[in-house]
């Protein structure tokens, strides 16, 4: 089958289209023939070893020193189940699923076996292939996010960054659990953010959220803009930052400022949990949540995928379609 691998860290031009070994599924797994995957901007990140502050070492222990342990990247698909070991009874050949990679990613692939009680949900009816590949990376960040920084009904919500994957899933999400939603994004962005349900939106171009005298009890930073020192001002009394893009130094300064006042800083990855893929799932399929598509590339060029995402500007997700080949697959 055919797969993106990277050998070496560096440019999108490490990524080689080339043939792997299709993967059979094991007694307890799932084989998944995948129709779409996406380009994150985890998935830059990992491929050029470009982390956020003090992450460096640590990074390089977990993807590999010197070269990626891990060869082919990718942290979400969608697909059909081709096949199913002998023990797994959850998924039948033929059913529609979406999927996320965990710590192995693999995705950028034509197959992928993996455990049937793991990161693998049906896809919801109303969703094409291409949005549900899109649904995990955002959407488990976010509620993750959210379950730490407990929101809550009621509550005023900024999201800064609110056009990128992690930030349009942000908006949606934070209207699902009740919050009065203010997106700040760019001029050309404004309509979208809108769109997904914000109540409100600032354009970044012309105004600074943390000048403008309002206050939030929650504020989630996708951009690594809003440091506790800049938003601090912002946060109502007992307000939570939650710093998705966040440094060590953010990660460590968290405990400190709990100690030193009401508020909260929230930093760190995000955890991935298969009931957050059947959450999203249902949000999904009850119209609540819809993850937005921004451009769509095929597998052969993914590396072109890769140098439009790491501008840092993409609108909600980049997709990559994956067309099977049946005639080459049976040679
Ligand atoms: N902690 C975790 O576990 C975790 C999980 C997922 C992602 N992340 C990190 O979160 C970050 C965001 O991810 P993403 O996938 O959402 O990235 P993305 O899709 O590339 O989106 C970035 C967004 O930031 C906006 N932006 C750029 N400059 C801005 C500014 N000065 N003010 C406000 N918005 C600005 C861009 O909008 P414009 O085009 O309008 O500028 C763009 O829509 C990444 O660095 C990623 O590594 C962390």
Redesign the pocket.
Known sequence: MKAVVYEKYGSPDVLELKEVEKPAPRDNEVLIKVHATTV???DC?IRALNV?VGFGLISRLVFGVFRPKQQILGSELSGEIEAVGKDVSKFKPGDPVFAMGGFGMSCYVEYKAMPADGLVVLKPANLSFEEAAAIP??GT?VL??FRRGKIQHGEKALI?????????AAVQLARHFGAEVTG??????LELVKSLGADKVID?TKEDFTENGETYDIIVD????APFSRCKGSLTGKGRLL????GLPDMLQAPWVSMTSSKKVI????AERAEDLHFLAKLADAGEFKPVIDRRYPLEQIAEAHRY?????????VVITVEHNNKKEEL
């Open positions: 994150t901007s985890g990140r956020p990376f955002g960040t993750d996010f800064n960054g609110a056009s990128g994957g992690v930030g349009t700040v994004c760019s001029t050309a962005n970044y996708t951009v690594g803009t710093l998705v893009l966040g930093a760190g990855p995000a995402v790491e501008k840092g500007h993409k609108k909600g997700n």
